[in-house]
């Protein structure tokens, strides 16, 4: 009979997943991406006229930037008002089992399959989620959040936060030269 052998201990947690170096970005690296913020649709020649180097140099560094991870995709932005999505929301949404990997998988899945949904970060506070949704009116809102409840069996509730009037709305991201990477 072998003696008893002590508990295993717990495995330790996974490392988070590093990111890949990135290139150091310079003044002219972040002028160029504040003008594609700004219009994606300039060219390179539009770019090189703006920054002071030739088209070919801007295609390089946009090269490298793109390999550096600094642009995931260029996109147009919609009016969505002219497309008839003229109710804003913001739902809160709490857990049955707070973050639990199966709801998040659950909740991935769900926002994959609900347009409506224009972005989902899970957060910390008194909710566990909050959900950024575009629909047409209060009717689509009501159609809308009994198929997320259909579909989100994880949910225990929601709080809907109705936007009244929009100060601000973009993506755009700050890159004085504070910016994360900066030389």
């Given at each position: 009979m072998h003696p008893k052998s002590a508990p295993l201990a717990p495995a330790p947690p996974a490392p988070?997943?590093?990111?890949?170096?990135?290139?150091q970005l310079d003044d002219i690296d972040r002028t160029l991406l504040t003008l594609l913020q700004d219009d994606?649709?300039?060219?390179?020649a539009d770019l090189a006229a703006r920054?002071?180097?030739s088209a070919a140099g801007v295609h390089k560094r946009l090269k490298r930037l793109w390999q550096g991870g600094y642009v995931r995709k260029l996109t147009a932005v919609l009016d969505r008002h002219r497309l008839g999505l003229d109710l804003m929301c913001f739902l809160k949404v709490t857990f049955r089992s707070n973050l639990q990997p199966e709801n998040l998988a659950d909740l991935q899945r769900c926002i994959r399959a609900l347009p409506e949904i224009l972005e989902c970060?899970?957060?910390t506070g008194s909710s566990d989620a909050i959900i950024k949704v575009a629909v047409t009116d209060h009717v689509a809102l009501r159609d809308?959040?009994?198929r997320l409840s259909e579909q989100q069996q994880a949910i225990e509730r929601t709080e809907t936060c109705i936007v009244l009037e929009e100060f601000k709305e973009g993506s755009e991201l700050p890159l004085g030269s504070q910016a994360q990477g900066s030389a």
């Open positions: 988070l997943p590093s990111r890949p170096v990135a290139p994606a649709g300039l060219s390179h920054v002071g180097l970060y899970t957060v809308f959040l009994r």
